[in-house]
C-alpha cells in the first residue's frame, strides 16, 4: 500500500458528547466518515491511498457539531475603516505618509462556521503587535466581528502591517489584510551625517554626466554643513555636468511635492527629479537651477510627476571650485 499524507484537525476542547465521529476529505473534494479508534491521546484509522487520490488530505477528528465541514470561503470582509472613513482594500498601500495613521478597523463574517479568534494575528513588520492594541467586538456570536488596530507612536521608518483572521473550519479559510505606509524621510541621508570610510556620501552616487576626467571632481561629505555637523562638497578643476543622485521609492502621480534643502556656490547649483518606466527609459525629467550664492542659502522646488516605477533626486552644478548641498528634504505639499 502507498503513503497517504494527512492533516488531522484534532478538536480536543470540544466535549466528546457534542462530537459527531471522524470524517476525512476525498479525492473528490466531499466529506465521507472515517471509521476511527481513539484511546486517550492516540487515534487509529486506516486510508487508502485511492481514498484521496494519492495525495494529502484533511481529517478531522470528534467533529463537533457546530463545524461545518463543506466551508471553502474565507470570512467575508464587511466593512473596511482607516482612520475612522470607509475604504476598499486595494486603497491600503498608502506610500509615504506624514503621519501614520492612528487606527485600522474591520469588520469579518464568516456565514458557516465561527471565527477563531484565539488565532488572531496582527503583526507590525513581522513582529506580533501587543494585544492592548488590538480590540475585538462581537457583533453577532464568534461569527461576526469587529477588530480596531491602534498604531500608537511610530518613529520614521517604513512599515507592513498584516492582519489575519481564520474560521474554524478544518481548511481554516483566512482573511488577511495588509496596510503599507512610511514615515521615513522620501530622501535617503538628506542631511549628509552618513558617510562612507571614503567620506562619500551612505546612499548617494557621485559622478558626472559629461564624461569628464574622474581626477577632476570629488564628491565627499565634510564638515560645515546646516542640518548637522556635515554637508556634501563637490570639488571640481573643470566643472561640466557633476552630478550627485540618490533613488526614491515610486512616487504618487499627479500629487504635488517640494523638494526642498540647502546650497552654496559661486557657480550656482541645481537639482532634478528623474523618473523611470520599467523599461529603464526616462518617463520625467524636472529641473530647477539656482544662481550663484556665496553663503548657505535655501531653496524649494514644487513638482508633480506621470505614473512610473522609478525615481530619482539628484543635485548637480557645472561650476569648476567648490559646491555645497545640505539637509535635502522631499515632502508631500
Not at 495588509?178 to 535617503?188: D, G, H, I, N
Request: hydrophobic residues 40%; contains cysteine.
Amino acid at each position: 500500500m502507498g503513503r497517504v499524507l494527512a492533516t488531522i484537525a484534532l478538536l480536543a476542547s470540544a466535549s466528546l458528547a457534542l462530537a459527531q465521529g471522524t470524517f476525512y476529505r476525498a479525492a473528490d473534494g466531499k466529506w465521507k466518515p472515517l471509521k476511527a479508534t481513539i484511546a486517550g491521546a492516540v487515534t487509529r484509522f486506516t486510508l487508502a491511498p485511492e481514498d484521496i487520490g494519492g495525495g494529502t488530505t484533511l481529517v478531522v477528528v470528534d467533529k463537533p457539531k457546530w463545524m461545518v465541514l463543506d466551508d471553502e470561503l474565507a470570512p467575508a470582509l464587511v466593512k473596511l475603516l482607516l482612520e475612522g472613513q470607509e475604504v476598499k482594500p486595494e486603497a491600503l498601500d498608502l506610500g509615504p505618509v506624514v503621519k501614520a495613521p492612528a487606527e485600522l478597523a474591520f469588520a469579518v463574517k464568516d456565514d458557516k462556521n465561527p471565527l477563531d479568534l484565539a488565532g488572531l494575528s496582527v503583526s507590525l513588520n513581522g513582529k506580533a503587535l501587543p494585544a492592548s492594541q488590538v480590540t475585538v467586538s462581537k457583533l453577532d456570536g464568534d461569527k461576526f466581528v469587529r477588530v480596531s488596530i491602534k498604531l500608537g507612536d511610530l518613529a520614521p521608518a517604513k512599515y507592513a502591517l498584516t492582519a489575519a483572521v481564520a474560521d474554524l473550519s478544518p481548511a481554516r479559510n483566512t482573511t488577511t489584510l495588509s496596510l503599507k505606509f512610511s514615515t521615513a524621510p522620501l530622501v535617503t541621508n538628506g542631511s549628509f551625517e552618513e558617510a562612507d570610510k571614503a567620506n562619500a556620501p551612505l546612499a548617494w552616487t557621485g559622478g558626472s554626466w559629461g564624461g569628464d576626467d574622474v581626477t577632476s571632481f570629488e564628491w565627499s561629505v565634510q564638515p560645515g554643513g546646516v542640518a548637522g555637523q556635515k554637508a556634501l562638497r563637490v570639488t571640481s578643476t573643470k566643472g561640466g555636468n557633476l552630478t550627485c543622485n540618490t533613488e526614491l521609492d515610486p512616487l504618487k502621480v499627479d500629487t504635488p511635492y517640494v523638494l526642498t534643502g540647502q546650497y552654496k556656490g559661486l557657480g550656482g547649483a541645481a537639482v532634478s527629479i528623474i523618473t523611470y518606466d520599467k523599461g529603464g527609459q526616462q518617463v520625467d525629467y524636472l529641473t530647477q537651477s539656482f544662481p550663484a550664492a556665496k553663503e548657505w542659502t535655501p531653496f524649494s522646488y514644487e513638482f508633480k510627476v506621470k505614473p512610473h516605477v522609478k525615481a530619482s533626486v539628484v543635485v548637480r552644478t557645472g561650476a569648476k571650485g567648490e559646491t555645497w548641498f545640505d539637509d535635502i528634504k522631499l515632502n508631500l505639499k
